[in-house]
């Protein structure tokens, strides 16, 4: 019921308009509020804080349907509930949780979310944001890059250092409201794909936050981080697997439509086989994702299992996207038709949240462990 809502949703509200955003990189405010009237974010949100109270598989559901159409819209969406959203929700006191989730999950708030650094992609602990006590105060002093929201977002979650340089235990988390002084959002990135899901700087310059903003104790920010991302991982592996299914629904359809040599194009092996291979790994991920979602449920530990299915789901999808363009041919390479889009989107899925070779760092680790 849930996946067939957010289908018609899809179908309604960013079918007839997704290209236009693309084009012109707009963000589409109004979406999010409307997916905010859903309860799209808030999914996870327990409904005592105004959130609709689900669990992973629905999410996953949710951001897969919304990606099939456009992976903009499902990467604003999956952010917003993952990372800002989910981090205030893991780590927060209970006055934090009642002071910013139910605007987060109404839609009434966008939420931001700052770990990247223009300098420290993978190499997050080299981080040059800083945040100083000052009484009862902290002042916030440096710049965050490639940030989803980072000029639209009300309220973001800020990973900044407070102890030593590539000290795990020298990183704090803070919550800083848009309208704070000093607080204010940069240049905004002109992306090859995922175009209208807004990417930009956040720069903080003696920005003064109340250490009631401070999420959970001083020095615990980057094992926070870790663990947001363990749950990240796996809305990024159902933004992967709609990107995939998607292409590969497209080229299925265009395979039967489309006539050479006096037949469909799907009769030849060459592209049936082209579609098997695509059916059988969008699959396989499917199955990786929904595995680690359970376990997520089941508050068991999906380090591994999440780096897997976003590891796996993420190159499905640029490789279902590159033999969607191979299938429709020249029209593949026109915007005229899907396929060019899923193909400039995809990419994104492999790098962030964590690039498949981090990935495959976290995956040797735990498997070297065992």
Not at 29 to 58: D, N, Q, R, T, W
Request: glycine share 10%; net charge neutral.
């Amino acid at each position: 019921m849930i996946r067939q809502t957010v289908r018609d949703f899809a179908d309604k509200h960013i079918r007839p308009d997704f290209m236009t955003w693309d084009e012109s990189q707009e963000f589409p405010h109004h979406v999010f509020k409307a997916l905010g009237e859903l309860g799209l974010m808030g999914v996870l949100v327990p409904e005592s804080y105004g959130g609709s109270g689900l669990g992973y598989i629905e999410y996953v559901a949710a951001i897969e349907e919304l990606s099939k159409v456009c992976g903009s819209v499902g990467l604003s969406m999956a952010a917003h509930n993952s990372l800002c959203t989910g981090h205030i929700l893991q780590f927060g006191n209970e006055e934090q949780k009642m002071r910013w989730l139910p605007k987060l999950a109404s839609g009434e708030w966008l939420g931001a979310w700052g770990l990247t650094e223009a300098n420290t992609g993978s190499d997050a602990l080299r981080m040059k944001c800083v945040a100083q006590k000052d009484g009862d105060h902290w002042i916030l002093n440096g710049a965050k890059n490639w940030i989803t929201h980072g000029i639209s977002g009300n309220v973001a979650v800020v990973l900044a250092r407070t102890g030593e340089l590539l000290d795990s235990h020298g990183i704090t988390a803070f919550v800083v409201e848009r309208g704070t002084p000093g607080f204010s959002g940069g240049k905004k990135e002109n992306k090859l794909g995922m175009r209208a899901s807004e990417t930009a700087e956040m720069i903080f310059e003696d920005c003064r936050i109340p250490d009631s903003n401070r999420l959970g104790n001083v020095g615990d920010g980057f094992i926070q981080a870790m663990k947001v991302l363990d749950g990240g991982r796996i809305s990024i592996a159902a933004l992967s697997l709609g990107i995939a299914k998607g292409a590969y629904e497209a080229a299925l359809k265009y395979s039967k439509e489309r006539e050479q040599f006096g037949q469909p194009i799907s009769n030849f092996q060459a592209i049936a086989f082209k579609l098997a291979d695509m059916a059988t790994r969008i699959e396989a991920a499917e199955l990786l994702t929904l595995q680690s979602a359970d376990m997520k449920n089941k508050g068991l530990n999906v380090n591994k299992q999440s780096a897997m299915a976003k590891y796996y789901a993420s190159e499905v999808s640029v490789y279902c996207s590159n033999e969607a363009v191979q299938i429709f041919g020249g029209y593949g390479y026109t915007k005229d038709f899907p396929a060019e889009k899923f193909y400039r989107d995809c990419k994104l899925c492999t790098i962030g949240e964590g690039t498949s070779e981090i990935q495959k760092l976290v995956i040797s680790r735990a498997v070297l462990k065992a």
